[in-house]
């Protein structure tokens, strides 16, 4: 006689119930956004560099030990905020197809790095050129 609570052979019981944690996929996030941190702190660099050489006499007596260190400080803090992405991923990713969510990384990516653009070009213009002597 069967009896109505058969498992499917290989189940070892019934199946486990979905929770948002298991639609999360931290791996996936990962592998879109760190590959993308190379990329973004080359073009902030970049932007740094052109401040520097297309005002270089200006910038010259800035270079010290202690300016330098100020730059690492503020590069480490730049892609601190790299990190902020993550904060928007997570949910992201509980509402948006697969499709749907590598369109929306890429332009999160895009509109954060121009953000993050413009405000390394107004620091720059606005608080460290102007008392460089």
Do not use: K
Request: aromatic share 16%; with cysteine; proline share 5%.
């Amino acid at each position: 006689m069967e009896t109505s609570n058969r498992t499917q052979a290989g189940s070892s019981g019934p199946a486990p119930s979905s929770s948002w944690g298991e639609n999360l996929n931290f791996g996936e996030a990962m592998r879109f956004w760190e590959p993308r941190r190379l990329l973004y702190s080359l073009i902030l660099g970049v932007a740094v560099v052109i401040w520097i050489v297309a005002s270089w006499p200006h910038f010259r007596v800035a270079f010290s030990f202690g300016n330098l260190l100020r730059l690492i400080g503020l590069g480490l803090i730049a892609n601190a905020f790299y990190c902020a992405a993550y904060l928007v991923d997570i949910p992201l990713q509980l509402l948006a197809s697969s499709a749907m969510r590598a369109r929306w990384r890429w332009g999160l990516w895009l509109l954060g790095t121009l953000l993050a653009l413009l405000i390394e070009n107004y620091w720059i213009a606005d608080e460290i050129y102007p008392f460089v002597r």
